[in-house]
């Protein structure tokens, strides 16, 4: 059973740093890429940053320079390292782990609260 956990979200105020781990566990199938994903209330659900197996990243424009998405291949780990963190920022952050033939499973999210 594919399971996938965020942590690491919390309260911080602008300006400061937080960084979010994924762990991806009972994966069977080559992962394609992973990414965090976020939903502020009232908005739809945006792309942050992915990164693929092969290394290549993207990055939402308004993180570009603030956030660094990285992974552990062999701990099919992901992380989002935040610095200078806005208070538009603030959301329920959320990892997704794409493989081949559509494959697709996401974490129950991890709430990042910036205060101005």
């Known amino acids: 059973q594919v399971q996938v956990v965020e942590s690491g979200g919390g309260l911080v105020q602008a300006g400061g740093s937080l960084r979010l781990s994924c762990a991806a566990s009972g994966i069977i199938f080559k992962i394609k890429s992973m990414g965090w994903y976020r939903q502020a209330p009232g908005k739809q659900r945006e792309l942050v940053a992915a990164i693929t197996s092969g290394g290549s990243t993207n990055y939402i424009d308004s993180v570009k320079g603030r956030f660094t998405i990285s992974r552990d291949n062999g701990k099919n780990t992901l992380y989002l390292e935040m610095n200078s963190l806005k208070p538009e920022d603030t959301a329920v952050y959320y990892c997704?782990?794409?493989?081949?033939?559509?494959?697709?499973?996401w974490g129950q999210g991890t709430q990042v609260t910036v205060s101005s």
């Open positions: 997704d782990v794409k493989g081949n033939w559509g494959l697709d499973y």
